[in-house]
């Protein structure tokens, strides 16, 4: 019983996990890591403290990123 327990744990998790943003989809992994990570550190930010930060990182990204945005 354990071990279905935990199977469906790990398939819920694997399931779960959510793709990238469409203009972050041919992005390389590493852009797809920095954008993750704005939100992931934004704990104690306002919301417009976090669009700040996206907006600077937009602004160093490339036209093929710039122009879903």
């Known amino acids: 019983m354990k ?3 935990l199977f469906l744990c ?3 998790v ?3 996990q959510q793709e990238p943003p469409p203009f972050l ?3 390389s ?3 797809q890591r920095e ?3 704005i939100f992931a550190n ?3 930010l306002t919301d417009e403290q976090i ?3 996206v907006q600077e990182w937009i602004s160093k990204q490339s036209a093929s990123i710039k122009s879903y945005v």
Do not use: I, R, S
Request: with cysteine; net charge positive; proline share 4%.
């Open 3 to 5: 071990t279905v327990a």
């Open 42 to 44: 934004a704990g104690g």
């Open 10 to 12: 790990l398939a819920t």
């Open 14 to 16: 694997a399931y779960c």
């Open 29 to 31: 992994p590493e852009k």
């Open 35 to 37: 954008f993750e990570g």
């Open 25 to 27: 989809k041919n992005a």
């Open 51 to 53: 669009d700040k930060k």
